[in-house]
Nanobody
């Protein structure tokens, strides 16, 4: 069974940094287009960063220059490096990816991680 498992969230002071990880487990060929989303208290889920198979990245305006999305194809893991964190970055963060699965037959499927809480507070 293919899963995306997130880690790296926690409590951090304003100005601090965290790195979120999202590891794909199961029988897969590759992670293709992927993105990081977040849902703050009382807010809708929003996309904050995307990375295409070709390496093109996009960021929502509020995180530009502070967050970096990347991928390790060997480890089948995607990352979100978050610097200069602000209280308004407090949210549950989710990864989403199009994955070429191997079993039961080769196919592209879309998966969500379970979410990881990031709290920015002094």
């Amino acid at each position: 069974q293919v899963q995306l498992v997130e880690s790296g969230g926690g409590l951090v002071q304003p100005g601090g940094s965290l790195r979120l990880s999202c590891a794909a487990s199961g029988r897969i060929f590759s992670i293709n287009d992927m993105g990081w989303y977040r849902q703050g208290p009382g807010k809708e889920r929003e996309v904050i960063a995307t990375l295409t198979t070709g390496g093109t990245t996009t960021y929502t305006e509020s995180v530009k220059g502070r967050f970096t999305i990347s991928k390790d194809n060997v480890k089948n893991t995607v990352y979100l490096q978050m610097n200069s964190l602000k209280p308004e970055d407090t949210a549950v963060y989710y990864c989403n990816a199009d994955i070429m699965i191997e079993y039961p037959r080769p196919a592209m499927r879309n998966y969500w991680g379970q979410g990881t809480q990031v709290t920015v507070s002094s």
